[in-house]
């Protein structure tokens, strides 16, 4: 039997796609990790804005906070166009994102995350990095079955059997609301990171980058925007009842 192979448990690898919850998870992963790096996945996704969105988000953290520049290493961009390609869903064709007959959006590619994650591990055990860190949640995503910790917790099996290396995932926001992922971003980074999240993150399944909202751009009618917007306003109102105390 061959031996598994050795990872660094002190790099990380983000997957970041630009998104609000990937962004607070790479913070997170800089505030713990000495070596992070970014990995995103292009599948011809309709919001090509998202893949423009994290260059200007690492490039902001990187100038903005300087305890976390140093760490932040490469980034990587996977063509995956093979899986637009099967995938006939909202996000890679012109259509309509609404709920389908099995209560989950149209935006729904099967399997996407599992593909992602595999991607990811294989990246990573090139790259040395034992611990993989992904802005997956739980609480009010949208239904995707791949999102949830028992789904990925069976594939961190299969690929440690298969890859005979052992990752670490990582996953900071899966038991958080919206909401409460905006306190976690000012914990770790004060209110300069919650504003650098608002105004670079991309959320909007449309792509819309013209139109601000106070928590961001968006069209502000998609399930991406509705739910960015909800939890926002949830953060909002519970702040304001914080300092009312
Ligand atoms: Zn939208």
């Given at each position: 039997m061959s031996a598994m192979r050795r990872l660094s448990p002190s790099s990380a690898l983000v997957l970041f796609s630009g998104g609000q919850d990937s962004s607070i998870a790479l913070v997170w992963a800089l505030t713990r990790f000495e070596r992070v790096e970014t990995i995103a996945f292009d599948y011809?996704?309709?919001?090509?804005v998202e893949l423009a969105a994290r260059v200007a988000v690492r490039r902001e953290i990187a100038q903005r906070f300087l305890s976390f520049a140093p760490r932040l290493g490469d980034d990587a961009v996977i063509d995956l166009s093979g899986l637009g390609a099967i995938s006939e869903t909202a996000l890679t064709r012109q259509a309509e994102i609404v709920i389908g007959e099995t209560g989950l959006p149209t935006t729904f590619v099967p399997g996407r995350n599992l593909v992602f994650l595999t991607m990811a591990a294989a990246y990573a055990y090139r790259r040395s990095a034992g611990v993989i860190v992904a802005g997956m949640?739980?609480?009010?995503?949208?239904?995707?079955?791949?999102?949830r910790r028992a789904a990925l917790d069976a594939q961190m099996q299969a690929i440690a059997l298969g890859m005979e290396a052992e990752f670490s995932l990582e996953?900071?926001?899966?038991?958080?609301t919206k909401a409460q992922s905006w306190f976690l971003a000012e914990e770790l980074g004060g209110k300069d990171l919650v504003d650098l999240l608002i105004e670079h993150t991309h959320s909007c399944y449309l792509g819309d980058r013209a139109t601000r909202f106070d928590w961001g751009?968006?069209?502000?009618?998609?399930p991406a925007c509705e739910l960015r917007a909800n939890g926002w306003a949830g953060y909002v109102a519970a702040r304001s009842r914080r300092e009312i105390r």
């Open positions: 011809g996704q309709r919001h090509q949640c739980e609480a009010d995503f949208s239904g995707y079955p791949d999102c996953t900071p926001l899966m038991h958080l751009y968006g069209c502000g009618l998609c």
